[in-house]
């Protein structure tokens, strides 16, 4: 077995070689921290110490609410509340959502509201508007950083605004400025995505709550030797922006915020089946046999993912589907192709399975209940002439064998009372742990499939680094992603499986470990198609490019371009080793709103994807842009921005901004995620940044409303920063003096 500390510790070494890394550390980290990463007290209009008026004293709450202190002992100021209402449309396999987030503000002050929210990660956001009073204004695209230069702008003119930016393509976030005392902004955003099959069960998945992320700290990097035999260290920051994904999380202890309404209406245009709502209480009305609608009962907080399954009617389902959307000259295609289930079973391949599990602080509670057990019915599955390994990891990483062992009884035994003894706790360093499972000694075995299966909640801001390394480092592997929990990173998940050639399975709750990991099982067992690919006809654009591989009960799904209205398309590939082919006949296709969207989401990502294998930042950044802008897109370099005409913050009067809490997600541990912490039982801001507010008692709080006396001032002016520079600078100077002292080699006599 081997253990390697991630956060100090690990294998002794020379003291010479501790002093020099520990040099080398202290100034490249000591730099990074005087640098440190911007605020939103660097971006945000000024603010000014609160007055009396206006604040509240946690006595005078009695229901729960975000409290910001002010410089006023005793007295805070209320934070906006949110509520949320999201109506969704499923047209065959195409989803139109519309979310209204309605800002309120119950104090006697202008606020800004900030909120991370999250959104499926295939969507494609392309419409905003807000309103005020019976006007609504519509939002335009814009290059990102001029977005963002418009907002500001127009939050210091006291000019209500608001600017929706993606933060990650299923994270966003949603600033509001000027929101004037006792009022309400709305704001709605539109976007539409396609709808998953899998075998004979259609998903809709609504994300409601962004998970805290752990964000690995700036690592000082060992660049080279300078004249004087001095060390040359630059920082690498694995997670530039973690400001932006880091917002207050309420403490469970103090009720749920943030309350959602969900409709769904589904038109499927063929008879449907069953339909279930896996996680929320629904009410469900069937007009007819082709269309339903589905709601939940009551507002319910935002802490977990709304997940919609149905089944279409056995005499029902299409083998293959075409719906068009013709723009201008073009024609955008959508295509969705069932293969055949074979009639014979394909031999069994053996196996080497590398089970990678997370045993982080994320993971705590239902999570990990839910992984332990899935991974020991992975290990039941192993066969004779299978090879097997298990790497777990928090911020250290532990790998049990020193190589892939035989799937035997006794080995098998070892695993399994490795997992079962496992808990949760600490950081989430997915890096190492991807690292390590990548690590093929025997790579070109061309007798066993090499598969590598993550189980983890993804629960992380540094996933670039990842990626990046999937990229420089699959080689023969496949790697296939368990998303853990009620909230799992789906964009990680899925783009993990998608770079590494393999797929993805949800767990939400512990009652669905068993035929998930059985759907996921007979994926494992080999691809049903492989080698796809347009092979002829009509001549297309068509993401994704190439085609990924396929597995049991997933379908073909293919968007396109063209200017052609008719034709035919030949798309082929291999089903085991027998050749496979299907034919599309364009002038079949059906009308399909919103296809076009869907096509320029599935080249953005195809573009961000070139990222991974080593293409320039700003030849990625160029064409995203070009695409974006074409088609009315937020992307990670632009964003939609909408301002009124004329200024409602009167002059004087100044604006305070806040981020906006979100609740823990549905089962997670709040004291394993960020620590235990007595004096701030309330709200923590992010996973390894001091807590910035704090929440009042709520109708029936389960703790002290007086502790809430504790808190962190809002920015007033400048926190020190020369004085952090210059000590940064001489401790940067002694460490590298250190550095030069014990690199220096000794002089021949």
Known sequence: MTTISLTGGGPQRSPLVFLRRT?????????????????????????????TSGLVQVDDMHTGALLLKSTEAGKYLEAPRLKTDVAITVTGPIARARITQRFENPTDKWVEGVYVFPLPQNSGVDTLRMQIGDRFLEGDVKERQEARQIYEKAAAAGIKTTLIEQQRPNM?????????????????IEYQEAIRLDGDKLSLRVPLVVGPRYNPLPQPVFTGVAYDDSAIVSVSAPVPDRDAITPPVLHPNYGKINPVTLKVTLKSGVALAAIESQFHPADIARPDDKTATIELKGPVPADRDFVLNWKLAANAAPQATLYRETIGADSYYLAMIVPPVGTTVPKRQPREAIFVIDNSGSMAGESMGQAKKALSMALKELKPGDKFNVVRFDDTLEVLFQDAVPADAAHITTAYNFVTGLEANGGTEIYPALQAALVDRTPNDKTRLRQVIFLTDGAVGNEDQVLAEIGKSLGRSRLFTVGIGSAPNSFLMEHIARLGRGTFTHIGSESEV??????????????????????DGVKLETWPNPVPDLYAGE?????????????????????????????????TAVDGNGVSKLWARSKIGAIEDLRYHGAKEGDVDAEVLKVALAHHLVSRVTSLVAVDVTPSRPDGETLTSSEMPTNLPHGWNFEKVFGEDPAHPYVKASLDETMLTKLAMADTPKGKPGEAEEGVALPQTDAGTDLLLLLSALFSLSGIGLAALVNRKPVRK
């Open 555 to 587: 379908p073909v799904v293919l968007t396109a371009v063209t200017p052609a209205q008719s034709g035919k398309v030949r798309i082929e590939g291999r089903m085991g080793q027998a050749p496979w082919s299907a034919m599309l006949d364009l002038a």
């Open 514 to 535: 068993d035929a998930r990991m059985t759907e996921l099982f007979n994926k494992l067992e080999s691809p049903v198609m492989t080698d796809l690919r347009v092979a």
């Open 23 to 51: 040099a080398i550390a202290a100034a490249a980290l000591l730099t990074a921290f005087a640098a440190g990463p911007a605020t939103r007290a660097d971006t945000a209009p000024p603010t000014a110490p609160a007055e």
């Open 172 to 188: 966003f976030t949603n600033s509001v400025a000027n929101i004037g005392p006792h009022e309400t902004i709305v704001v709605q």
